[in-house]
């Protein structure tokens, strides 16, 4: 599959690692993913939002795999966080799960998600 990624020269280049473009081939199937939290695969949520951020991008990555799609087919991510995370790991987990391809992105600072433990929720949309 072919999806492209691009930055145009028309507008100001990202200002952190996202596209803000991509395009997906017209005979591609869409997968939704419902927002991820960063809970364990036994259910518990760590307290600190780090440790949700990255495990949220495992679970997308499980998703993904239990549907035969590689993370390189993600074409958007909207992350929202409830509370500032530590930038050099942010940046850390988001490069190793986007691996220098990032897709089109949305960053969002929301004062409460469905629970108030829950710290970060992740929607992805890919394609196959």
Same mark, same amino acid.
């Given at each position: ?12 280049? $990202? ?5 803000? !473009? ?8 869409? /997968? !939704? ?10 259910? +518990? ?14 679970? /997308? ?7 035969? !799609?590689? !993370? ?21 987990? &988001? ?6 391809? $990032? ?6 600072? *929301? ?8 710290? *970060?929720? +992740?929607?992805? &949309?890919?394609?196959?």
């Amino acid at each position: 599959m072919n999806i492209i990624k691009s930055n145009p020269n028309n507008v100001a280049p $990202p200002i952190a690692q996202y596209h803000h !473009v991509t395009v997906v081939p017209r005979d591609a199937e869409i /997968i !939704v993913l419902s927002g991820q939290l960063g809970n364990e695969k036994d259910g +518990i949520l760590p307290t600190d939002i780090e440790t949700q951020f990255a495990n949220a991008l495992e679970n /997308i990555k499980s998703i993904l795999k239990s549907e035969g !799609v590689d !993370v390189n087919n993600v074409f958007k991510v909207n992350f929202w966080f409830t509370e500032n995370i530590n930038r050099e790991i942010f940046l850390e987990k &988001w490069s190793e799960f986007h691996n220098q391809s $990032p897709p089109a992105t949305t960053l969002a600072y *929301v004062s409460a998600l469905a629970r108030p433990e829950i710290k *970060v929720e +992740i929607e992805a &949309w890919a394609a196959r």
